[in-house]
C-alpha cells in the first residue's frame, strides 16, 4: 500500500483483524490518521496497529500533530516504524525522533515535507549518543522555518548508515556541516536554500575531519544564491565522482585541488560560471578543464 496517494479510506476491519500482520507499509500513502470522531468512526486507527502485536516493521504516512504525538508516545509503534513520512504538519515546531534508547533503531527512512513551522529536529539525551543507526536517506523539502537541522550535536556514533541527504526548500538553513560526521554519506542535494552561505562552516571543519566524506559520490547543489563556500578547507573527497553546481552566482571555487583528488569528479555547471572560477594556479585549472561538463 505504500506509495499510493490516492488512498483515502481504509476500514478497521480490513486490517485490525490480521493478528499475525508482520509487516505493514503507508509510506507516502494513507495519512487521514485520527481526523474522525473517535467514537463514531469505522476507520483505521492508530490504536488498531497498536494492537497488532507481531508487528514488526511499519511505514506511516502522518499529517498532524494529533496522529504525531499519539505515535510519539507509543512505545509499540516507536519500535518498528522503518518508513516515516510528515507532511503539511500545522504547528509541528520540533520533531522528537528519539525519546529513550531503541527509539528509532528501525527507521531507514525519514521524509518531511511542507512543515512550514518546523525548526530542527531533536533527540532527546536520555536516548543515548548512537541515535538512528539504521537511517539511510533523509529527505527535507519546503521547511522554510528550519534554521538547523538537528539540535542536537551529531557525533561520531550517530547516522552511521546514512547514506542519502536531500534539502530542498529550506530558506532559512545555514549550513549542514554535521554531513562531515557521516560516514557512509554517498549523496548530497542541496536544493533552493536561499539563505545558505556556505555548505561546510569553517567553524566546523576542525583538523580531525580532513578526512571527510569518505564515500560521497554525488554533489548537486542548484539555486543557492547567497553560496559563498562549500568549504575553507581541502578535502580529499576520493570517492567524488559527480558534482554539480548550477545557480550559484557568488560561489567563485570549487572544494578541492587536483593534488588532494585521488581521482577527479565531473564537474556539471554553466560554461559562464565556470569561465569565472577562481583557481589556485593556472596548473590546477588546466587540470580540471577536461572534467567540465556544460549544464
Known amino acids: 500500500m505504500q506509495r499510493n496517494q490516492y488512498l483515502r479510506t481504509?476500514?478497521?476491519?480490513?486490517?485490525?483483524?490480521?493478528?499475525?500482520?508482520r509487516v505493514l507499509n503507508f509510506y507516502y500513502s494513507y495519512s487521514a490518521?485520527?481526523?474522525?470522531?473517535f467514537e463514531v468512526s469505522t476507520e483505521l486507527k492508530l490504536m488498531d496497529l497498536e494492537?497488532?502485536?507481531?508487528?514488526?516493521?511499519?511505514?506511516?504516512?502522518?499529517?498532524?500533530?494529533s496522529a504525531l504525538s499519539r505515535v510519539s508516545f507509543s512505545k509499540s509503534l516507536r519500535e518498528c516504524i522503518q518508513y516515516l513520512y510528515i507532511k503539511e504538519?500545522?504547528?509541528?515546531?520540533?520533531?522528537?525522533?528519539?525519546?529513550?534508547p531503541g527509539d528509532g533503531?528501525?527507521?531507514?527512512?525519514?521524509?518531511?515535507n511542507n512543515c512550514t513551522e518546523l525548526r530542527h529536529l531533536e533527540i532527546n539525551e536520555a536516548a543515548g549518543q548512537n541515535w538512528l543507526p539504521n537511517l539511510e536517506i533523509?529527505?527535507?523539502?519546503?521547511?522554510?522555518s528550519l534554521t538547523s537541522i538537528w539540535k542536537n550535536r551529531v557525533s561520531h556514533g550517530c547516522l552511521l548508515n546514512l547514506r542519502c541527504v536531500n534539502i530542498w526548500h529550506c530558506e532559512k538553513l545555514k549550513n549542514v556541516s554535521w554531513t562531515l560526521r557521516l560516514p557512509k554519506l554517498e549523496t548530497l542535494y542541496i536544493f533552493y536554500c536561499k539563505e545558505m552561505e556556505e555548505v561546510i562552516s569553517g567553524e566546523d571543519l576542525a583538523e580531525e575531519?580532513?578526512?571527510?566524506?569518505?564515500?560521497?559520490?554525488?554533489?548537486?547543489i542548484r539555486d543557492v544564491p547567497e553560496l559563498r563556500s562549500i568549504c575553507h578547507n581541502t578535502i580529499s573527497f576520493p570517492c567524488l565522482k559527480n558534482i554539480a553546481i548550477i545557480d550559484c552566482p557568488k560561489l567563485r571555487k570549487?572544494?578541492?585541488?587536483?593534488?588532494t583528488v585521488s581521482k577527479l569528479p565531473t564537474v556539471y555547471c554553466y560554461k559562464g560560471w565556470w569561465d569565472n572560477l577562481v583557481w589556485d594556479d593556472d596548473d590546477t585549472k588546466h587540470t580540471f578543464l577536461p572534467y567540465f561538463t556544460a549544464a
Open 10 to 21: 481504509i476500514p478497521r476491519e480490513a486490517i485490525s483483524g490480521l493478528c499475525q500482520l
Open 33 to 37: 490518521w485520527e481526523m474522525h470522531d
Open 51 to 65: 494492537c497488532l502485536k507481531n508487528l514488526d516493521s511499519l511505514g506511516i504516512t502522518i499529517t498532524n500533530i
Open 89 to 100: 504538519c500545522e504547528g509541528l515546531y520540533d520533531l522528537p525522533l528519539s525519546l529513550y
Open 105 to 112: 533503531d528501525k527507521l531507514r527512512r525519514l521524509s518531511i
Open 138 to 144: 533523509l529527505a527535507l523539502n519546503g521547511l522554510p
Open 209 to 220: 575531519y580532513l578526512n571527510a566524506f569518505p564515500k560521497l559520490k554525488i554533489m548537486s
Open 254 to 259: 570549487l572544494p578541492f585541488k587536483a593534488h
